[in-house]
């Protein structure tokens, strides 16, 4: 997604919190979405944002949406060897149906 | 239903030859994506189906892409005359229609992992 950017890389330690950041350029995407890939897997969907909210905490995760700004942040809470992966902000394209999706931070927790 | 599942996990091929991979989505999910992933890359959007109608195509799908869905539901994903640059993970995901304002979740499957030598 050449509209989504993501800071390639990020190292945390085990217990931690991670903060994984993006930004987009189309001000109209009404739905914001991270995503997980693990080694040779698929994407997993871990939680979307609709675009009149600020924050939405689900369990460790927390998104943040400045709208203004057009960044998103996903927050890991108490981060896990298990977290380890790569995290894609993603947002509705121009269609409305497909999404976007930027090139992903790769998280390595150490223990 | 175990989610979408992709076939084969993995194919390897000489250039010039064709491949086609299968995926079938979630047996509910009206809406099928097709995306190519490679090294170091986010997945870049291919073609997307309602039902057995192909709404919208990427510039990304070349005249040697072609991929159907015939009954709304598998679809099939065809690459003739393969060339190195074709190796990549192609994934498949769906999705359950609603309103075009909607979150439109999109459920991904393992994908199919293309090298052409």
């Known amino acids: 997604g050449e509209d989504v950017e993501q800071s390639l890389f990020l190292s945390v330690r085990e217990g931690d919190s991670s903060v994984i950041n993006c930004t987009y350029t189309?001000?109209?995407?009404?739905?914001l979405y991270w995503y997980k890939q693990e080694p040779g897997a698929g994407l997993q969907l871990l939680t979307y944002?609709?675009?009149?909210?600020d924050m939405k905490q689900d369990q460790r995760l927390t998104v943040l949406l400045n709208k203004k700004d057009k960044h998103l942040s996903l927050r890991i809470a108490d981060t896990q060897t298990g977290d380890s992966a790569i995290y894609f902000c993603?947002?509705?394209?121009?269609?409305?149906?497909?999404?976007?999706f930027g090139k992903g931070t790769s998280l390595l927790v150490t223990p | 239903d175990t989610g979408v599942s992709q076939d084969p996990r993995h194919k390897i091929t000489k250039r010039g030859q064709n491949v086609t991979f299968r995926c079938d989505p979630i047996?509910?999910?009206?809406?099928l994506y097709w995306y190519r992933q490679t090294l170091g890359q986010g997945p870049e959007f291919l073609t997307y189906?309602?039902?057995?109608?192909?709404?919208?195509k990427s510039r990304l799908l070349s005249d040697r892409f072609s991929a159907e869905r015939p009954k709304g539901s598998f679809s099939t994903l065809e690459i003739q005359r393969t060339e190195q640059g074709d190796s990549a993970m192609y994934l498949c995901?769906?999705?359950?229609?609603?309103?075009?304002?909607?979150?439109?979740?999109?459920?991904f499957g393992a994908g199919s992992r293309l090298t052409v030598l």
């Open positions: 189309d001000s109209s995407s009404t739905y």
């Open positions: 047996s509910e999910h009206n809406r």
């Open positions: 189906f309602q039902n057995e109608a192909q709404l919208e």
């Open positions: 944002i609709f675009s009149n909210m």
């Open positions: 995901a769906s999705s359950l229609g609603g309103r075009v304002s909607g979150a439109n979740v999109l459920t």
């Open positions: 993603a947002e509705k394209g121009p269609s409305g149906y497909a999404l976007n």
